[in-house]
C-alpha cells in the first residue's frame, strides 16, 4: 500500500476534486454520497488503493490536507525568518476556486501566495483564541526535554479570551513522526467540534501530546489547529500553528551543548577613515615576490586602477573564449573577482571594542580572543597580520592602526606582536576595534603565474595542439592494462609538451600510477637518477602528505624533500613527514630527487630562483580540485603529468561572478572538456593513449561500498579489484543489519545547531551515534574472523567545521573509554576536502543537515553534502571495507543524489527512509 505522507494525501486529495469535477459533483457536501463516490469509484481506479479518508467529512479533510500542505511548503522552501505565515483569516480556505484547468502545483502556490502575509497571525492569538502548554519557549514553539524510554505527556490549553464565541474544529500534525500521540478528552473533530465560549478558561487540557522513543534526539513537529468564527453572519475559518520538539539529550549531549547561543557576527559599519598605519613586530618576513596591491572593495577602481579596464571592457573580457593572448588578463581579472569576494567576506569578522590582554610567558605579544579562528573563521595564520585602533580612539577625526602580526594561533586566541609605540601604552583589557585581512601571498603567486605564462611560452602546455615526441612512443603499450600504459606514457614523453592526463574514479590508482610507479622509475639511483628532478605537487596540504608517506616507501628519504608553508601548524604535520621549517638553500634544494609541495608553495621555488628547466616532470595529484592558475605557479614549461577526477571536489571559491565565469573549472577539467586531444575519438569513443589514460580498476572499496556512486557517476565502468580479504573484513561484522553488505544508514533525529559567533553547524544527536559506532568498531577484536582495528584505520567525515571540532571534543576529550585508547589521536576526523585522495578501512559519515531551512544555505555557500554530487561522491567513496552513514533520513531523502535509487519509485524511498527512522538502523541498498 502507498504510504500516507501529507504530500501524498495532498496529491490523492487534489486528485479527487478534480474527479468530482469532472464528474459534476464539485459542489456535493454530502457526507455519504461523497464517500460512496471515494469509495466505489475513485479509490480503485488506477489499481492503486489510495488511503482511506473515511469517517469524516471529505471536503473538509482535502481543505486541511492543501493548507497543511502549504504549511509544510513554506516550511521547506523558505527560511524561518522569512517563513511569513499569514492565515488567509479573511478567505476561508475552502472558498479558494480550484479551476479544472489548474494544476495542482499552481493551486498550491495560489494559497500559499495567500497564506504568506504574516507568520505572527497564526502562532499569537487570533479571534483571542490562545494555544499554550507549560513548556512554551516563544513564538509558537514548545519545547520538552525527555529520557529515552519513558513516556512524556504534554498538556496543551485551547482557550478563548476574546469577545465571542469561537468553534474548534479540529488538530492534526502536518507530518507523522514516530513517537508522537495525541488524546484529547473532548474528541474534538469536524463532526464534533467543541464550543469555545467567549472569556471561558481551559480547567483541563483540551490536548494531551504523548511522547516517547527509545533514541536520543530531536523530534519536531508541527500541529495545526483549526478554529471558525461568524463575523456579520459569514463564517470564517482560521487556523493557528504550534511548533512541539521533543529534546532528549545524554550527558555527552549536553556537554557538547552551544556553550552561548548563536550570535552571527554583525558587520562592523564605518564611517571613512583617516588614520596612520604603526608596522608592528613579524617572526617571518614576508616575500616579495609579485607586487602587492592595497585592499580593494570596489570593482571599478581594480579595473580602472590595477587593470585599466572599464567596466564594458572587463565584461567582454569575461565574455570573450579563452585564447593565449587574452589569458593573463582573463584570469587576472577573475582572481580579482574572488578577491573583492573574499574581502566582503572577511569583514564580516570585524571586531569592536574587543580587549586584549598581554600574553603570560611572552610579554612582549598580545593575545587577542577570536572566536571561531579554530575553525578558520575568520582564516588567520601564522605570518598574517590584522589591524587594531584604540576603540577609544575610533570617533577621532584622525587616528592610528596598529599592524599585529600573528606569531600563534591557539584555539580561539590569537597572539600578535604590535610595535613598541603601542605595547608601551597598553595595558591589560584595553579595548580595540579590529580588522581582520588575509594573505594575499597565494593570489600573487597566481597573479604572476597566468602574466608570465605567455613570456614563458606554456600554450602547448595550457592550449596544446601537438606532441613533438610520437616517435618515442610505443604503440605495442596500448594492450598493456592502463597504470602500465599510463606509466610508459609518461616516461616516454609521449604527450610532449602537451600534459599528460591521468584521470579516473576514486580508487583506480591514480596517484599510485603516476607518482608512486612513475616517481620510483625516475629514482632508481645511479646515472639514469641523476637526469631527473620530480616536483610533486597537489592543492591541499592533506594530499601533499600522502603523497610524500607513499613515496617514502619507495625512494631514500634522503632524496626527497617535503616543503611546507611556514605559516603552516608544525602539529598539523604526520609525524612520519616533519620536517623542519627552515628552507634549505637553493643549491641544497636543487640536489633534491624529489620535492613535494602544494601548488602554492611551489611558487617560493620559483621565487627562490630555481631555474626553468631544473625539474623535469611536474606531477599534479587531485589536478581536479585545484584552480587553473594555482595548477601553473609552479610551472617552468617542462612535463607536466595530471592526475584527478573531474566528478570528485573541484576548486573551491567564493565569488559568484568568478565561478560563473569558469574560474572554477580546473585545468585537468578544461583540458578534458574543451581540448580535443584529450577527448574520445572514433567508433568506439576511446581516449588517444598518447595524452591521456582513464583507469577503470578500482583497488580500494568493497563492491557494496562502490556500487551507488559507480552507478551515479561513472556510467557502472568501475571494475572491483580490490584486496579481497580487505574489502570483505566486515562482512560478518554483528552489528551490519543486513550480513555480507557493509553499508549501515543510520537514520538519526537530531538538529543542527550553531554556537556563539559561528557559522558552523553541529549536530549533537548525530555525535552521539558517530560515538557508538566508533566503540563498536574498536570493540569488535578479534571476533567472528574480524581483525583488531587501529584507530589510524578509521575516518570520520562531516561537511562542517564545528562538526570536525565536536566530534574530536567528544572523542578526545569527554568519552572515558575513547580518550585514553592507544593511538586515538591518529584516528583522522576531517571534512571532505581533507579527505581527497585519503581512505580508510572503515569510514563513518555524519551528514549533520537536519533543517531543510538551511539547505538553501548550504547550497548557495557551497557547504554540506545536499545539492553538492562531488562532496557525495568524495565522501563515499573512502571506505575500503565499511562504510557508516549517519544523518536524517527526511531531509537526505529531499536531494536528489541522496535519495537516488532506481529501484523505488518516489513514495517507496520515502518510506524508506522513515522506516529507517523507525527501525532505528537501516541499510540503505539493503532492500530490494
Ligand atoms: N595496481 C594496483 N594493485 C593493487 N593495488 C593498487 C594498485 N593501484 C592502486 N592500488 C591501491 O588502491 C588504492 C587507491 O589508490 P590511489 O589512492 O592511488 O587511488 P586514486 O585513484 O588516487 O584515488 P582518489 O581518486 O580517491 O584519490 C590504494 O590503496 C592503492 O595502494
Same mark, same amino acid.
Given at each position: 500500500?502507498a504510504?500516507?505522507?501529507?504530500r501524498h494525501?495532498l496529491?490523492v486529495g487534489?486528485?479527487f476534486?478534480?474527479? /468530482?469535477?469532472?464528474?459534476?459533483?464539485?459542489?456535493?457536501?454530502?457526507r455519504?454520497?461523497l464517500?460512496?463516490i471515494?469509495?466505489e469509484q475513485?479509490?480503485?481506479r488506477?489499481?492503486?488503493?489510495? *488511503?482511506?479518508v473515511?469517517?469524516r467529512?471529505?471536503?473538509a479533510?482535502?481543505?486541511?490536507?492543501?493548507?497543511?500542505?502549504c504549511?509544510s511548503e513554506?516550511?521547506t522552501?523558505?527560511?524561518i525568518?522569512?517563513?511569513?505565515?499569514?492565515?488567509?483569516?479573511t478567505v476561508?480556505i475552502?472558498s479558494?476556486?480550484i479551476?479544472?484547468?489548474?494544476g495542482k502545483r499552481?493551486r498550491?502556490q495560489?494559497?500559499?501566495?495567500?497564506?504568506k502575509r &504574516?507568520r505572527s497571525?497564526v502562532?499569537a492569538?487570533a479571534?483571542g483564541?490562545?494555544? !499554550?502548554?507549560d %513548556?512554551d519557549?516563544s513564538?509558537?514553539r514548545?519545547k520538552?526535554?525527555?529520557l529515552?524510554?519513558k @513516556?512524556?505527556?504534554i498538556s496543551?490549553?485551547?482557550?478563548?479570551k476574546?469577545?465571542k464565541?469561537v468553534t474548534?474544529?479540529?488538530?492534526? *500534525?502536518?507530518r507523522?513522526?514516530h513517537?508522537?500521540t495525541?488524546?484529547?478528552?473532548?474528541?474534538?473533530?469536524?463532526? %464534533?467540534?467543541?464550543?469555545l465560549h467567549e472569556?471561558k478558561?481551559a480547567?483541563?487540557?483540551?490536548?494531551?501530546v504523548?511522547?516517547?522513543?527509545?533514541f536520543y534526539?530531536?523530534?519536531?513537529?508541527?500541529?495545526?489547529f483549526?478554529?471558525?468564527s461568524?463575523s456579520s453572519?459569514?463564517e470564517?475559518?482560521?487556523y493557528?500553528?504550534?511548533?512541539?520538539a521533543?529534546?532528549?539529550?545524554s550527558q555527552?549531549a549536553?556537554?557538547?551543548?552551544?556553550?552561548?547561543?548563536?550570535?552571527?557576527y554583525q558587520?562592523?559599519?564605518?564611517?571613512p577613515l583617516?588614520?596612520t598605519?604603526?608596522?608592528g613586530?613579524?617572526?617571518?618576513?614576508?616575500?616579495?615576490?609579485?607586487p602587492?596591491r592595497p585592499?580593494?572593495?570596489?570593482?571599478?577602481?581594480?579595473?580602472t586602477?590595477n587593470m585599466r579596464?572599464?567596466v564594458?571592457?572587463?565584461?567582454e573580457?569575461?565574455?570573450a573564449?579563452l585564447?593565449?593572448?587574452?589569458y593573463?588578463?582573463r584570469?587576472q581579472? /577573475?582572481?580579482h573577482?574572488?578577491e573583492i569576494?573574499?574581502?566582503?567576506d572577511?569583514?564580516?569578522?570585524d571586531?569592536?571594542n574587543?580587549?586584549?590582554v598581554r600574553?603570560?610567558r611572552k610579554?612582549?605579544l598580545?593575545?587577542?580572543?577570536v572566536?571561531g579562528?579554530?575553525?578558520?573563521r575568520p582564516?588567520?595564520?601564522?605570518?598574517? $597580520?590584522?589591524?587594531?585602533?584604540?576603540?577609544e580612539?575610533?570617533?577621532f577625526?584622525v587616528?592610528t592602526?596598529y599592524?599585529g602580526?600573528v606569531?600563534?594561533?591557539e584555539?580561539?586566541?590569537?597572539?600578535l606582536?604590535?610595535?613598541q609605540k603601542l605595547l608601551n601604552?597598553?595595558v591589560d583589557?584595553?579595548?580595540f576595534?579590529?580588522?581582520f585581512t588575509?594573505n594575499?601571498?597565494?593570489l600573487?603567486?597566481? $597573479?604572476?603565474a597566468?602574466?608570465?605564462a605567455?613570456?614563458?611560452n606554456?600554450?602547448?602546455?595550457?592550449?596544446p595542439s601537438?606532441s613533438?615526441?610520437?616517435d618515442?612512443?610505443?604503440k605495442?603499450?596500448?594492450?598493456?592494462p592502463?597504470?602500465?600504459k599510463?606509466?610508459?606514457?609518461?616516461v616516454s614523453?609521449?604527450?610532449? *609538451?602537451a600534459?599528460?592526463?591521468v584521470?579516473?574514479p576514486p580508487g583506480t590508482?591514480?596517484?599510485v600510477t603516476i607518482?608512486?610507479k612513475?616517481?620510483?622509475?625516475?629514482?632508481?639511483g645511479g646515472?639514469m637518477?641523476?637526469r631527473f %628532478?620530480?616536483?610533486?605537487c597537489?592543492?591541499?596540504?592533506?594530499a601533499?602528505d600522502l603523497l610524500?608517506?607513499?613515496?617514502l616507501k $619507495?625512494?631514500d628519504t634522503r632524496?626527497?624533500y617535503?616543503?611546507?608553508a611556514?605559516s603552516?601548524?608544525p602539529?598539523?604535520?604526520?609525524?612520519?613527514?616533519?620536517e623542519?621549517y627552515?628552507?634549505?638553500y637553493?643549491?641544497?634544494?636543487?640536489?633534491?630527487?624529489?620535492?613535494?609541495?602544494?601548488?602554492?608553495?611551489a611558487?617560493r621555488?620559483?621565487s627562490?630562483?630555481?631555474?626553468?628547466?631544473?625539474?623535469t616532470h611536474?606531477f599534479?595529484d587531485e589536478?581536479?580540485h585545484?584552480?587553473?592558475?594555482?595548477?601553473?605557479v609552479?610551472?617552468t614549461?617542462t612535463q607536466?603529468?595530471?592526475a584527478g577526477d573531474?566528478?570528485?571536489l573541484?576548486?573551491i571559491l567564493? !565569488?559568484?561572478?568568478?565561478?560563473?565565469?569558469g574560474?572554477n573549472?580546473?585545468?585537468?577539467e578544461?583540458?578534458?572538456?574543451q581540448n580535443?586531444?584529450?577527448q574520445?575519438t572514433?567508433e568506439h569513443?576511446?581516449?588517444?593513449?598518447?595524452f591521456?589514460t582513464?583507469l577503470?580498476r578500482?583497488?580500494r572499496?568493497h563492491p557494496d561500498?562502490l556500487n551507488i556512486?559507480n552507478?551515479?557517476?561513472?556510467?557502472?565502468?568501475l571494475?572491483v579489484?580490490?584486496?579481497?580479504?580487505?574489502?570483505?573484513?566486515?562482512c560478518s561484522?554483528? $552489528?551490519?543489519?543486513k550480513?555480507?553488505?557493509?553499508?549501515?544508514f543510520?537514520g538519526v533525529?537530531?538538529q543542527?545547531?550553531r554556537?556563539?559567533?559561528s557559522?558552523?553547524?553541529f549536530?549533537?544527536?548525530?555525535?552521539?551515534?558517530v560515538?557508538?559506532y566508533?566503540?563498536?568498531i574498536?570493540?569488535t577484536?578479534g571476533k567472528?574472523g574480524i581483525?583488531q582495528?587501529?584507530?589510524?584505520?578509521?575516518?570520520?567525515i562531516t561537511?562542517?567545521?564545528?562538526?570536525?571540532?565536536?566530534?574530536?571534543?567528544a572523542i578526545?576529550t569527554?568519552?572515558?573509554e575513547l580518550k &585514553?585508547m592507544?593511538d586515538?589521536q591518529?584516528?583522522?576526523i576531517?571534512?571532505?576536502?581533507?579527505?581527497?585522495?585519503?581512505?580508510r578501512?572503515v569510514?563513518?559519515?555524519s551528514?549533520v543537515r537536519s533543517?531543510q &531551512?538551511y539547505v538553501?544555505?548550504?547550497?548557495?555557500?557551497?557547504l554540506?553534502?545536499?545539492n553538492?554530487?562531488?562532496?557525495f561522491?568524495?565522501?563515499?567513496?573512502?571506505?575500503k @571495507?565499511?562504510l557508516?552513514l549517519v544523518?536524517?533520513p527526511?531531509i537526505?531523502s529531499?536531494?536528489p543524489t541522496w535519495?537516488r535509487n532506481?529501484?523505488?519509485d518516489?513514495?517507496?524511498r520515502?518510506?524508506h527512509?522513515?522506516?529507517s527512522?523507525l527501525?532505528?538502523?537501516l541499510?540503505? @541498498?539493503?532492500?530490494?
Amino acid at each position: 500500500m502507498a504510504p500516507t505522507t501529507v504530500r501524498h494525501n495532498l496529491a490523492v486529495g487534489t486528485e479527487f476534486i478534480e474527479y /468530482l469535477e469532472q464528474i459534476g459533483k464539485a459542489t456535493s457536501i454530502h457526507r455519504d454520497e461523497l464517500k460512496e463516490i471515494y469509495n466505489e469509484q475513485f479509490r480503485y481506479r488506477w489499481d492503486t488503493r489510495h *488511503p482511506g479518508v473515511l469517517g469524516r467529512p471529505l471536503r473538509a479533510r482535502i481543505s486541511l490536507l492543501v493548507f497543511s500542505a502549504c504549511v509544510s511548503e513554506m516550511e521547506t522552501a523558505t527560511p524561518i525568518s522569512h517563513a511569513f505565515y499569514t492565515l488567509a483569516s479573511t478567505v476561508p480556505i475552502q472558498s479558494i476556486p480550484i479551476t479544472a484547468g489548474m494544476g495542482k502545483r499552481r493551486r498550491a502556490q495560489a494559497i500559499v501566495q495567500q497564506l504568506k502575509r &504574516d507568520r505572527s497571525k497564526v502562532v499569537a492569538s487570533a479571534e483571542g483564541i490562545e494555544v !499554550s502548554s507549560d %513548556h512554551d519557549v516563544s513564538d509558537g514553539r514548545i519545547k520538552f526535554e525527555f529520557l529515552p524510554g519513558k @513516556a512524556c505527556n504534554i498538556s496543551l490549553f485551547v482557550q478563548n479570551k476574546g469577545s465571542k464565541t469561537v468553534t474548534f474544529s479540529l488538530y492534526e *500534525p502536518l507530518r507523522k513522526i514516530h513517537g508522537f500521540t495525541f488524546q484529547d478528552p473532548q474528541g474534538v473533530s469536524r463532526s %464534533h467540534p467543541l464550543l469555545l465560549h467567549e472569556g471561558k478558561r481551559a480547567l483541563e487540557p483540551n490536548t494531551v501530546v504523548n511522547f516517547s522513543s527509545n533514541f536520543y534526539g530531536y523530534y519536531p513537529i508541527t500541529v495545526v489547529f483549526e478554529f471558525s468564527s461568524s463575523s456579520s453572519g459569514i463564517e470564517e475559518t482560521f487556523y493557528l500553528v504550534r511548533w512541539i520538539a521533543g529534546i532528549g539529550r545524554s550527558q555527552l549531549a549536553k556537554e557538547l551543548a552551544p556553550k552561548a547561543p548563536y550570535r552571527p557576527y554583525q558587520e562592523v559599519t564605518r564611517k571613512p577613515l583617516t588614520f596612520t598605519l604603526e608596522d608592528g613586530v613579524t617572526k617571518v618576513l614576508p616575500i616579495d615576490v609579485y607586487p602587492n596591491r592595497p585592499s580593494y572593495t570596489v570593482l571599478a577602481h581594480i579595473m580602472t586602477l590595477n587593470m585599466r579596464l572599464s567596466v564594458p571592457l572587463c565584461r567582454e573580457l569575461l565574455n570573450a573564449t579563452l585564447t593565449m593572448e587574452n589569458y593573463g588578463e582573463r584570469f587576472q581579472l /577573475l582572481l580579482h573577482l574572488e578577491e573583492i569576494q573574499m574581502e566582503v567576506d572577511i569583514r564580516k569578522y570585524d571586531m569592536k571594542n574587543a580587549p586584549m590582554v598581554r600574553d603570560g610567558r611572552k610579554k612582549n605579544l598580545l593575545v587577542l580572543n577570536v572566536p571561531g579562528v579554530a575553525e578558520h573563521r575568520p582564516s588567520v595564520l601564522r605570518g598574517d $597580520h590584522l589591524l587594531a585602533s584604540l576603540s577609544e580612539e575610533s570617533k577621532f577625526e584622525v587616528f592610528t592602526q596598529y599592524k599585529g602580526y600573528v606569531h600563534a594561533v591557539e584555539l580561539e586566541k590569537v597572539k600578535l606582536g604590535f610595535s613598541q609605540k603601542l605595547l608601551n601604552k597598553f595595558v591589560d583589557n584595553m579595548k580595540f576595534d579590529v580588522t581582520f585581512t588575509f594573505n594575499r601571498l597565494p593570489l600573487r603567486l597566481q $597573479h604572476r603565474a597566468v602574466t608570465s605564462a605567455r613570456e614563458l611560452n606554456l600554450r602547448d602546455v595550457l592550449m596544446p595542439s601537438i606532441s613533438y615526441s610520437q616517435d618515442l612512443y610505443d604503440k605495442n603499450l596500448e594492450k598493456n592494462p592502463e597504470q602500465v600504459k599510463a606509466v610508459n606514457a609518461i616516461v616516454s614523453g609521449s604527450s610532449r *609538451p602537451a600534459p599528460y592526463l591521468v584521470f579516473g574514479p576514486p580508487g583506480t590508482g591514480k596517484t599510485v600510477t603516476i607518482v608512486e610507479k612513475v616517481v620510483a622509475f625516475f629514482c632508481p639511483g645511479g646515472e639514469m637518477a641523476a637526469r631527473f %628532478h620530480i616536483l610533486a605537487c597537489a592543492p591541499s596540504n592533506s594530499a601533499s602528505d600522502l603523497l610524500c608517506e607513499r613515496l617514502l616507501k $619507495h625512494i631514500d628519504t634522503r632524496e626527497i624533500y617535503r616543503m611546507n608553508a611556514r605559516s603552516r601548524d608544525p602539529k598539523t604535520i604526520p609525524a612520519v613527514i616533519r620536517e623542519c621549517y627552515m628552507y634549505p638553500y637553493k643549491e641544497e634544494l636543487m640536489c633534491f630527487r624529489v620535492i613535494i609541495t602544494t601548488l602554492l608553495t611551489a611558487g617560493r621555488l620559483v621565487s627562490g630562483g630555481i631555474p626553468a628547466g631544473h625539474f623535469t616532470h611536474i606531477f599534479i595529484d587531485e589536478a581536479g580540485h585545484a584552480v587553473e592558475s594555482e595548477c601553473i605557479v609552479p610551472n617552468t614549461g617542462t612535463q607536466l603529468v595530471l592526475a584527478g577526477d573531474p566528478k570528485q571536489l573541484g576548486p573551491i571559491l567564493r !565569488s559568484p561572478v568568478a565561478i560563473k565565469h569558469g574560474l572554477n573549472v580546473s585545468l585537468l577539467e578544461r583540458l578534458m572538456t574543451q581540448n580535443s586531444l584529450y577527448q574520445k575519438t572514433g567508433e568506439h569513443g576511446t581516449y588517444n593513449s598518447q595524452f591521456v589514460t582513464k583507469l577503470l580498476r578500482n583497488y580500494r572499496s568493497h563492491p557494496d561500498i562502490l556500487n551507488i556512486p559507480n552507478g551515479l557517476f561513472y556510467e557502472d565502468e568501475l571494475q572491483v579489484f580490490a584486496d579481497e580479504i580487505i574489502r570483505n573484513s566486515y562482512c560478518s561484522w554483528e $552489528h551490519l543489519p543486513k550480513p555480507g553488505f557493509p553499508v549501515i544508514f543510520k537514520g538519526v533525529m537530531g538538529q543542527d545547531e550553531r554556537e556563539e559567533n559561528s557559522p558552523s553547524f553541529f549536530n549533537v544527536a548525530e555525535i552521539e551515534e558517530v560515538v557508538t559506532y566508533l566503540k563498536k568498531i574498536l570493540q569488535t577484536q578479534g571476533k567472528k574472523g574480524i581483525s583488531q582495528i587501529s584507530p589510524k584505520e578509521i575516518g570520520i567525515i562531516t561537511p562542517y567545521r564545528k562538526q570536525v571540532e565536536k566530534i574530536r571534543k567528544a572523542i578526545r576529550t569527554f568519552d572515558k573509554e575513547l580518550k &585514553d585508547m592507544k593511538d586515538i589521536q591518529e584516528l583522522k576526523i576531517g571534512s571532505v576536502e581533507e579527505f581527497q585522495g585519503q581512505e580508510r578501512k572503515v569510514i563513518i559519515v555524519s551528514t549533520v543537515r537536519s533543517c531543510q &531551512d538551511y539547505v538553501k544555505m548550504d547550497e548557495d555557500f557551497n557547504l554540506g553534502f545536499l545539492n553538492n554530487p562531488k562532496r557525495f561522491n568524495v565522501t563515499v567513496t573512502r571506505a575500503k @571495507a565499511l562504510l557508516i552513514l549517519v544523518g536524517n533520513p527526511l531531509i537526505l531523502s529531499k536531494d536528489p543524489t541522496w535519495a537516488r535509487n532506481p529501484k523505488y519509485d518516489k513514495y517507496d524511498r520515502v518510506l524508506h527512509f522513515e522506516e529507517s527512522l523507525l527501525l532505528g538502523n537501516l541499510n540503505i @541498498a539493503g532492500k530490494k
